[in-house]
């Protein structure tokens, strides 16, 4: 049928094998920083605060596989330990975002009406300025540091999670089988309980988990303009500030962190594809 | 053979496969076929029998992992897999136009219709702009499209569904091919509509002397309208012969099947109808559903205040203990919307519905509740209707969950019952929709349906969503069931062919008005409303067989 | 159409009403002692004294109560006035008026660059998809390439793409000065630097929507009427493609302004993005509300437009947007 026959065509963007390598590959990526975030002792014997200023600004070599900074410490090692305060960070943020976005939505969906037209109009709102900008509002009022920085993402993934959830659960509230529920006597607590909610989770999870790369950006971002944790805690954001002092003698100080955020970055948002079986939606 | 009989489209022994994770699949096989110059074939086939694959392949537009297996295609004395892009470019739409199958989403959304139909004028002739549109506005014309000059100068998204279709006859035939596939041309249009449409087409063909290769699931409609049927079962031509031949003796048993299972062709009703003695219409005690006098508006969009869109205008019928009412109508008939107030899914701005002697019209909460143990639905697309995520058992145990009948072995003995009421084997309990077929999930959804024991099941369009064959044994389950358990219906259906095999009683509704009413057989014999008389004739198969 | 436009309107002012609302809020109301917040912060450094806090106090009104700040607050923002930055005593308007020309510029050209570059990377990219109709060489591993650049664009931190940029083209190559903001040579990294996230997402959406314009059954009857790539790429699939990419470039526009805050403190350039950092960095109340009260102004009015330039895109937009709903 042709109907059949068109979907082929649109999926022939996504056909891929099986097991790709990318994905793969990502995975492992992933579980590395996963474990150097929960135990970076088992990479690395160094102490990431420890200077050593005969060896300050060496390039990566066996010894200093990312090379040294301006105060002799191993750049490897503040990576490794960075990846902790960094990924809890990330993490915080995304589940701020989702946990009071889908809790928002959920609201919205369900008790539509007034409450569904207040909740939708305050999203607006969210969504009118750009995020960035509603972070360093946040970070203004709340001043800096680690908690305070996911604070200031995770309130802009509000309004796109409960977008999503709200979108989910009206989709989903008005399917047949809903209906169908309803028309079987089932009451309303529980075709939401056994229905609506576990058929609108999945898109909901789907777009948690391509967020949370954008989630580690923006953590990044603002650690970069040095709102987050201040040195000499190792955070990725400021590695990567911190080594634009040093830039034009020591490439590897900005290059070699910054290059760990983006395969994090990259990692991350290749297994959420995979998980949501297509690239991750802009909400709206 | 000479020159003369050449036929203009000769194909032989062709073979289709796609390409799939687990291999070649071979869609097409060995298919051979040929269409005389201003001859009509038609291929009949159920979905999946690769029949619209055949079409695509004739104008080397297989979709994305389709290849040419095998085989020969020969148009006017040309070897069209010899062709090279640009010749192939140069056939379409000139020497074999397309009519496709879905009128609503076969015409570019964003372009005007008459700039469409004059792309193909200026794709395979020198033409210039001006040219190209006052000729487009005439082939529109020829399309049977009112006031074609308008028309050609809105989007697509302005115009029904029928217009739609005419449009893209225009746009198949600008080019004057000498051949026309036909791919499902009107399967998503309604009865009166396709008629108009297919009429109009033949009269197209007649005059212009191009050849139709019609592709459609329906015998009627192919028996209707072509001198010769192919019929493909599994990818493969079955059998092929003339019209009346493949319709009144097929040879081959799955043509036979076909033949039986179509509903439009059988002449033998699966229930009989109440005599008019039988049945005083009057006041008979035994009503189970009384629908008095129902209004039902929609607000009209943009207007504050004032009269909305009357989708069911004063409808009133009764329904009888263990009888089957149907309600008949095309699409914006009100239907759907009258299925939906009696399941108490939908409040009617107007009028009563009386169950058993009492007003349910305005049944809240408990008193609610209550009545869905005794009115119970089947809907229209088996595969929506089922949650994704629960297996079959906990689909039909869910009611029973629902009103706390039984404990987990009572539950699991009603459900086994019920299976089996609806032949559906028990090793099927653990699976889940999306690893059942469409006549296996509706079967599953009669059983939840029933397992409640309700006194009227409200069918909303139960087998449209079918193939004919699966569409008939549904409908004898329903009829077996009727008789089992003495369960009415209220069936709603836009297909008098369907009805008829299976209403008692029949009202037939059009814009939301119940037109008339009475014994099924009445109503199809001497109708007394000239629409009736209309939905009737447009039947298919019914020419094919009074010839 | 005009009662469409006026609920556009009235969308907008409500819109920049309510943000300028939540930013007061925010940032006024939330701390529990914004004159402290600001003078710690304007005090570079040193603890402000109890005179200090007290002439503060007065001279941004928190003496008064909290309805009475916020009618004042909004009369004065209704009339372009933002109060004056605790930093430099000029008036918020003042700092953003002058630091707009720059951020414009600046944005502007990533724009352009964002766009022409989505353009590029989606045609090619569907022209490598294995489409039957479109007959070449198959190039499987240009495909891949192709379709993991967005990916890589949207993964990489702009902050550490612009040092990238600077250590390879300004350091090891001397195409283009590594900071500073004079004139074209100075403004082609920084712009590069903005594009990439705002491109990178434009060419996902783009080729998705390219990808399911193609699927679409009246691609069927344009090949099915002789049509040939050309066509049916430009004539029949672009148009129905560009819709949703449009609207996504709108809701980019605001994140440029957003992104020209880091792109402009790596290149070191004054602009509003520069202005914004410095704010925040001193916890300069009124600044930061100006800034984020012009960031909503300026998506508001870029949405304002789509919603009047998508109907001339889709006509069945058109249908539901000229009638009277």
């Given at each position: 049928m042709s109907a059949v026959d068109t979907a082929d065509i649109a999926s022939a963007a996504r056909t891929r094998k099986r097991y790709a390598p990318g994905l793969v590959l990502s995975a492992a990526v992933l579980v590395l920083i996963l474990t150097a975030a929960i135990a970076p002792g088992l990479f690395t014997r160094q102490d990431p605060l420890a200077a050593d200023p005969i060896h300050r600004?060496?390039?990566?070599?066996?010894?200093?596989l990312f090379g040294t900074d301006e105060l002799g410490r191993d750049l490897y090692c503040r990576v490794l330990h960075g990846a902790a305060l960094s990924l809890s960070t990330a993490g915080i943020a995304l589940a701020i975002g989702l946990l009071c976005g889908t809790l928002l939505g959920l609201i919205a969906g369900t008790a539509r009406g007034r409450v569904d037209d207040l909740l939708m109009r305050a999203t607006d709102v969210l969504l009118a300025i750009p995020s960035l900008l509603v972070s360093l509002a946040v970070v203004t009022a709340l001043g800096f540091g680690a908690t305070k920085t996911a604070v200031a993402v995770g309130v802009t993934g509000i309004a796109s999670f409960a977008r999503i959830t709200r979108a989910e659960v009206l989709r989903v509230s008005v399917a047949p089988y809903v209906e169908a529920a309803h028309v079987v006597g089932v009451r309303r607590p529980t075709v939401l309980m056994r229905h609506v909610l576990p058929n609108a989770w999945a898109p909901v999870l789907g777009f948690a988990a391509v967020s949370f790369g954008a989630s580690l950006l923006a953590v990044s971002t603002l650690g970069f303009l040095g709102?987050?944790?201040?040195?000499?805690?190792?955070?990725w954001g400021s590695l990567v500030a911190s080594g634009r002092s040093y830039f034009a003698e020591a490439w590897w100080l900005s290059t070699l962190p910054g290059l760990t955020i983006v395969a994090t970055v990259l990692a991350a948002n290749r297994i959420a594809r995979a998980l949501h079986g297509e690239d991750g939606r802009l909400p709206r | 053979m000479t020159l003369l009989d050449q036929p203009l489209l000769e194909v032989q022994g062709l073979s289709v496969c796609y390409r799939t994770p687990r291999g070649a699949r071979r869609a097409v096989r060995g298919v051979d076929l040929h269409v005389a110059a201003g001859e009509t074939v038609a291929v009949v086939g159920e979905s999946g029998s690769g029949k619209s694959t055949l079409a695509h392949a004739l104008i080397g537009l297989l979709p994305n992992g389709g290849y040419r297996e095998t085989g020969s295609i020969r148009f006017d004395g040309a070897d069209l897999t010899a062709l090279s892009d640009r010749e192939l470019r140069a056939l379409r739409g000139a020497g074999i136009g397309f009519v496709p199958q879905d009128p609503s989403a076969s015409l570019n959304p964003v372009r005007r219709v008459g700039h469409q139909v004059a792309e193909v004028l200026r794709i395979h002739g020198r033409i210039d702009r001006r040219t190209a549109a006052a000729r487009a506005v005439e082939l529109l014309d020829q399309a049977g499209v009112s006031d074609p000059s308008l028309r050609a100068g809105q989007y697509p998204h302005e115009l029904s569904g029928g217009l739609r279709q005419r449009v893209l006859i225009a746009i198949a035939l600008a080019a004057a091919p000498r051949l026309i596939i036909a791919d499902e041309p009107t399967s998503a249009l309604d009865v009166t509509v396709q008629r108009r449409i297919l009429d109009h087409l033949e009269k197209l063909t007649h005059e212009t002397g191009a050849a139709l290769l019609l592709i459609t699931h329906d015998l009627g409609v192919a028996a209707d309208r072509a001198q010769r049927v192919v019929v493909m079962s599994g990818g493969a031509v079955v059998e092929s012969g003339t019209s009346r031949q493949v319709l009144l003796e097929p040879v081959h048993s799955y043509s036979r099947h076909l033949v039986a299972s179509a509903p439009s062709l059988t002449t033998r009703p699966l229930v009989t109808c109440p005599s008019a003695a039988e049945r005083s219409d009057g006041e008979s005690g035994d009503d189970l559903l009384v629908a008095d006098n129902l209004v039902h508006e929609y607000p009209a969009p943009g207007r504050r205040s004032g009269v909305g869109l009357r989708a069911v205008d004063a409808v009133s019928f009764r329904i009888s203990r263990g009888e089957t009412f149907a309600l008949v109508g095309e699409s914006g008939s009100g239907k759907t919307s009258i299925a939906r107030i009696v399941g108490r899914l939908l409040d009617p701005t107007r009028g009563r519905v009386l169950f058993d002697g009492k007003d349910i019209t305005a049944a809240r909460g408990g008193e609610l509740r209550a009545l869905r143990r005794r009115i119970q639905f089947v809907q229209q697309n088996p595969y929506t209707s089922l949650d994704p995520r629960q297996s079959v058992e906990q689909i039909v145990t869910e009611p029973l969950r629902a009103f706390r009948l039984g404990d987990r072995q009572d539950r699991a003995a009603r459900v086994r019952t019920l299976l089996d009421q609806v032949a559906?084997?028990?090793?099927?309990?653990?699976?889940?929709?999306?690893?059942?077929s469409g006549g296996q999930r509706q079967r599953v959804a009669i059983a939840r349906a029933l397992v409640l024991s309700p006194d009227l099941v409200v069918c909303d369009?139960?087998?449209?969503?079918?193939d004919a064959s699966v569409q008939a044994q549904i409908l004898e389950l329903l009829v077996t069931l009727q008789d089992e358990l003495g369960v009415s219906y209220l069936f709603i259906s836009h297909d008098l062919a369907v009805v008829r095999q299976i209403a008692h009683r029949t009202g037939v509704l059009r814009a939301g008005r119940l037109l008339e009413a009475g014994a099924t057989q009445e109503i199809l014999t001497s109708p007394a409303n000239a629409y009736t008389k209309e939905l009737i004739d447009a039947i298919p198969g019914s020419r094919a067989l009074s010839d | 159409m005009t009662r469409y436009l006026l609920r556009r309107l009235l969308h907008a002012a409500f819109a920049l009403w309510a943000a300028f609302t939540a930013s007061f809020g925010l940032l006024y109301l939330l701390p529990a002692d914004p004159v402290s917040v600001m003078a710690l912060g304007g005090a570079g450094g040193g603890v402000p004294s109890a005179a200090q806090v007290a002439a503060l106090r007065r001279a941004y009104g928190f003496d008064r109560p909290v309805p009475e700040q916020y009618l004042s607050r909004l009369t004065a923002a209704l009339h372009g006035d933002f109060g004056?930055?605790?930093?430099?005593?000029?008036s918020v308007t003042r700092l953003i008026a002058d630091a707009l020309p720059q951020t414009l510029q600046l944005a502007a050209a990533a724009l352009l660059l964002a766009l022409v570059g989505a353009l590029i990377v989606s045609l090619a990219t569907v022209r490598t998809l294995p489409l039957p109709w479109l007959r070449h060489a198959p190039v499987p591993w240009l495909g891949r390439a192709l379709r993991s650049l967005p990916a890589l664009g949207v993964s990489a931190p702009s902050f550490w793409v612009g040092l990238m940029l600077i250590q390879l083209f300004s350091f090891r190559w001397r195409l283009f000065p590594a900071v500073g903001d004079d004139g074209l040579s100075g403004l082609v990294l920084p712009a590069l630097t903005l594009a990439l996230p705002t491109g990178a997402i434009l060419a996902q959406v783009l080729t998705r929507s390219l990808v399911t314009a193609l699927g679409e059954p009246y691609i069927q009857t344009a090949l099915a009427a002789g049509s040939g790539p050309g066509r049916i790429l430009f004539r029949q699939a672009l148009r129905n493609a560009s819709i949703a990419p449009l609207t996504v470039a709108g809701l980019l526009v605001g994140e440029l302004l957003a992104g020209a805050v880091t792109v402009e403190t790596v290149f070191s350039r004054t602009g509003i993005g520069r202005a914004t950092a410095t704010a925040v960095s001193t916890q300069d109340i009124p600044a930061v509300q100006g800034l984020v009260v012009f960031g909503a102004l300026v998506f508001t009015l870029v949405s304002l437009a789509l919603d009047l330039l998508v109907p001339l895109l889709d006509p069945r937009i058109a249908a539901t947007a000229g009638g009277s709903r």
């Amino acid at each position: 049928m042709s109907a059949v026959d068109t979907a082929d065509i649109a999926s022939a963007a996504r056909t891929r094998k099986r097991y790709a390598p990318g994905l793969v590959l990502s995975a492992a990526v992933l579980v590395l920083i996963l474990t150097a975030a929960i135990a970076p002792g088992l990479f690395t014997r160094q102490d990431p605060l420890a200077a050593d200023p005969i060896h300050r600004l060496e390039p990566p070599s066996r010894a200093h596989l990312f090379g040294t900074d301006e105060l002799g410490r191993d750049l490897y090692c503040r990576v490794l330990h960075g990846a902790a305060l960094s990924l809890s960070t990330a993490g915080i943020a995304l589940a701020i975002g989702l946990l009071c976005g889908t809790l928002l939505g959920l609201i919205a969906g369900t008790a539509r009406g007034r409450v569904d037209d207040l909740l939708m109009r305050a999203t607006d709102v969210l969504l009118a300025i750009p995020s960035l900008l509603v972070s360093l509002a946040v970070v203004t009022a709340l001043g800096f540091g680690a908690t305070k920085t996911a604070v200031a993402v995770g309130v802009t993934g509000i309004a796109s999670f409960a977008r999503i959830t709200r979108a989910e659960v009206l989709r989903v509230s008005v399917a047949p089988y809903v209906e169908a529920a309803h028309v079987v006597g089932v009451r309303r607590p529980t075709v939401l309980m056994r229905h609506v909610l576990p058929n609108a989770w999945a898109p909901v999870l789907g777009f948690a988990a391509v967020s949370f790369g954008a989630s580690l950006l923006a953590v990044s971002t603002l650690g970069f303009l040095g709102y987050g944790t201040p040195p000499p805690t190792p955070e990725w954001g400021s590695l990567v500030a911190s080594g634009r002092s040093y830039f034009a003698e020591a490439w590897w100080l900005s290059t070699l962190p910054g290059l760990t955020i983006v395969a994090t970055v990259l990692a991350a948002n290749r297994i959420a594809r995979a998980l949501h079986g297509e690239d991750g939606r802009l909400p709206r | 053979m000479t020159l003369l009989d050449q036929p203009l489209l000769e194909v032989q022994g062709l073979s289709v496969c796609y390409r799939t994770p687990r291999g070649a699949r071979r869609a097409v096989r060995g298919v051979d076929l040929h269409v005389a110059a201003g001859e009509t074939v038609a291929v009949v086939g159920e979905s999946g029998s690769g029949k619209s694959t055949l079409a695509h392949a004739l104008i080397g537009l297989l979709p994305n992992g389709g290849y040419r297996e095998t085989g020969s295609i020969r148009f006017d004395g040309a070897d069209l897999t010899a062709l090279s892009d640009r010749e192939l470019r140069a056939l379409r739409g000139a020497g074999i136009g397309f009519v496709p199958q879905d009128p609503s989403a076969s015409l570019n959304p964003v372009r005007r219709v008459g700039h469409q139909v004059a792309e193909v004028l200026r794709i395979h002739g020198r033409i210039d702009r001006r040219t190209a549109a006052a000729r487009a506005v005439e082939l529109l014309d020829q399309a049977g499209v009112s006031d074609p000059s308008l028309r050609a100068g809105q989007y697509p998204h302005e115009l029904s569904g029928g217009l739609r279709q005419r449009v893209l006859i225009a746009i198949a035939l600008a080019a004057a091919p000498r051949l026309i596939i036909a791919d499902e041309p009107t399967s998503a249009l309604d009865v009166t509509v396709q008629r108009r449409i297919l009429d109009h087409l033949e009269k197209l063909t007649h005059e212009t002397g191009a050849a139709l290769l019609l592709i459609t699931h329906d015998l009627g409609v192919a028996a209707d309208r072509a001198q010769r049927v192919v019929v493909m079962s599994g990818g493969a031509v079955v059998e092929s012969g003339t019209s009346r031949q493949v319709l009144l003796e097929p040879v081959h048993s799955y043509s036979r099947h076909l033949v039986a299972s179509a509903p439009s062709l059988t002449t033998r009703p699966l229930v009989t109808c109440p005599s008019a003695a039988e049945r005083s219409d009057g006041e008979s005690g035994d009503d189970l559903l009384v629908a008095d006098n129902l209004v039902h508006e929609y607000p009209a969009p943009g207007r504050r205040s004032g009269v909305g869109l009357r989708a069911v205008d004063a409808v009133s019928f009764r329904i009888s203990r263990g009888e089957t009412f149907a309600l008949v109508g095309e699409s914006g008939s009100g239907k759907t919307s009258i299925a939906r107030i009696v399941g108490r899914l939908l409040d009617p701005t107007r009028g009563r519905v009386l169950f058993d002697g009492k007003d349910i019209t305005a049944a809240r909460g408990g008193e609610l509740r209550a009545l869905r143990r005794r009115i119970q639905f089947v809907q229209q697309n088996p595969y929506t209707s089922l949650d994704p995520r629960q297996s079959v058992e906990q689909i039909v145990t869910e009611p029973l969950r629902a009103f706390r009948l039984g404990d987990r072995q009572d539950r699991a003995a009603r459900v086994r019952t019920l299976l089996d009421q609806v032949a559906l084997p028990a090793a099927l309990l653990r699976r889940r929709p999306s690893e059942l077929s469409g006549g296996q999930r509706q079967r599953v959804a009669i059983a939840r349906a029933l397992v409640l024991s309700p006194d009227l099941v409200v069918c909303d369009e139960p087998v449209s969503a079918l193939d004919a064959s699966v569409q008939a044994q549904i409908l004898e389950l329903l009829v077996t069931l009727q008789d089992e358990l003495g369960v009415s219906y209220l069936f709603i259906s836009h297909d008098l062919a369907v009805v008829r095999q299976i209403a008692h009683r029949t009202g037939v509704l059009r814009a939301g008005r119940l037109l008339e009413a009475g014994a099924t057989q009445e109503i199809l014999t001497s109708p007394a409303n000239a629409y009736t008389k209309e939905l009737i004739d447009a039947i298919p198969g019914s020419r094919a067989l009074s010839d | 159409m005009t009662r469409y436009l006026l609920r556009r309107l009235l969308h907008a002012a409500f819109a920049l009403w309510a943000a300028f609302t939540a930013s007061f809020g925010l940032l006024y109301l939330l701390p529990a002692d914004p004159v402290s917040v600001m003078a710690l912060g304007g005090a570079g450094g040193g603890v402000p004294s109890a005179a200090q806090v007290a002439a503060l106090r007065r001279a941004y009104g928190f003496d008064r109560p909290v309805p009475e700040q916020y009618l004042s607050r909004l009369t004065a923002a209704l009339h372009g006035d933002f109060g004056n930055s605790v930093q430099t005593g000029q008036s918020v308007t003042r700092l953003i008026a002058d630091a707009l020309p720059q951020t414009l510029q600046l944005a502007a050209a990533a724009l352009l660059l964002a766009l022409v570059g989505a353009l590029i990377v989606s045609l090619a990219t569907v022209r490598t998809l294995p489409l039957p109709w479109l007959r070449h060489a198959p190039v499987p591993w240009l495909g891949r390439a192709l379709r993991s650049l967005p990916a890589l664009g949207v993964s990489a931190p702009s902050f550490w793409v612009g040092l990238m940029l600077i250590q390879l083209f300004s350091f090891r190559w001397r195409l283009f000065p590594a900071v500073g903001d004079d004139g074209l040579s100075g403004l082609v990294l920084p712009a590069l630097t903005l594009a990439l996230p705002t491109g990178a997402i434009l060419a996902q959406v783009l080729t998705r929507s390219l990808v399911t314009a193609l699927g679409e059954p009246y691609i069927q009857t344009a090949l099915a009427a002789g049509s040939g790539p050309g066509r049916i790429l430009f004539r029949q699939a672009l148009r129905n493609a560009s819709i949703a990419p449009l609207t996504v470039a709108g809701l980019l526009v605001g994140e440029l302004l957003a992104g020209a805050v880091t792109v402009e403190t790596v290149f070191s350039r004054t602009g509003i993005g520069r202005a914004t950092a410095t704010a925040v960095s001193t916890q300069d109340i009124p600044a930061v509300q100006g800034l984020v009260v012009f960031g909503a102004l300026v998506f508001t009015l870029v949405s304002l437009a789509l919603d009047l330039l998508v109907p001339l895109l889709d006509p069945r937009i058109a249908a539901t947007a000229g009638g009277s709903r």
